[in-house]
């Protein structure tokens, strides 16, 4: 189901809960509101939708991917870039970002997987477990 979209900062800005597998429907809910908003959304985190807990959806080269409980567990080659947020109102913020990341999560079906990423869906997935940190660009 499309979800309306979170802007309250103090809720923003508060840190997700693990997610488990009672929260499979809330990932759709992420996945039908990032689709609905995909001309001007690569990504989302579960509070953009009003849900704290740790689950992100995001533009994976193509095709959408959802994460449970993601984790970046090693990160290099920092640089300095600008966001926009459909949570924020305002402009693009600097915010610093790194070109590799390896990340761990779990799947749909709470399977663990570990992965490195580059580039631009690095980016994403650095902005979407910002959101689930409480971290704010």
Partial sequence: M???LMHDPIFLGGKSEVATIDDLQIAQDLLDTLTAHKESCVGMAANMIGVRK???AFDNEGKYMV???PEIIKKS?????????????GGPRK?????SIKVQ????NFETRI?????????????????CDGVLI
């Fill in 2 to 4: 499309i979800k309306e």
């Fill in 54 to 56: 740790r689950i992100i």
């Fill in 67 to 69: 994460m449970f409980n």
């Fill in 77 to 89: 080659g920092p640089y300095e870039t600008e966001e926009s947020c459909l949570s924020l109102l």
């Fill in 95 to 99: 915010c610093k970002r790194y070109q």
């Fill in 105 to 108: 999560w779990q799947t749909e």
């Fill in 115 to 131: 992965k490195t990423f580059t580039g631009w869906t690095a980016q994403i997935i650095q902005h979407e477990i910002d959101h």
